[in-house]
């Protein structure tokens, strides 16, 4: 079994920086893929980043040159250092770690940036 607790979400205005971290206890062999994803009110839940097991990331397009993912495999932890933040991006953030082929989601911290 897999357990992901998610932190660092909060309130922030617009323009500041947040830092999301997703600690990974249990079962952590096989995990390949580490990612985060959120929902905002009223929408669909959608990628946000995405890192392999050997560091190679991928980002929506929406936030690429603002966020960065990145992993510590010794610490089984993903953090995800959000900067420029813009009110669109208030959501709900959901981490999201594959073990072999099972995806296993944490429950979400909330991201609010207001304007």
């Known amino acids: 079994q897999v357990q992901l607790v998610e932190s660092g979400g909060g309130l922030v205005q617009a323009g500041g920086s947040l830092r999301l971290s997703c600690a990974v206890s249990g079962s952590s062999t096989g995990i390949n893929v580490m990612g985060w994803y959120r929902q905002a009110p009223g929408k669909e839940r959608e990628l946000v980043a995405l890192i392999t097991s050997v560091g190679s990331p991928n980002y929506a397009d929406s936030v690429k040159g603002r966020f960065t993912i990145s992993r510590d495999n010794a610490k089984n932890t993903v953090y995800l250092q959000m900067n420029s933040l813009k009110p669109e991006d208030t959501a709900v953030y959901y981490c999201?770690?594959?073990?072999?082929?099972?995806?296993?989601w944490g429950k979400g911290t909330l991201v609010t940036v207001s304007s």
């Open positions: 999201n770690v594959k073990r072999y082929t099972i995806n296993y």
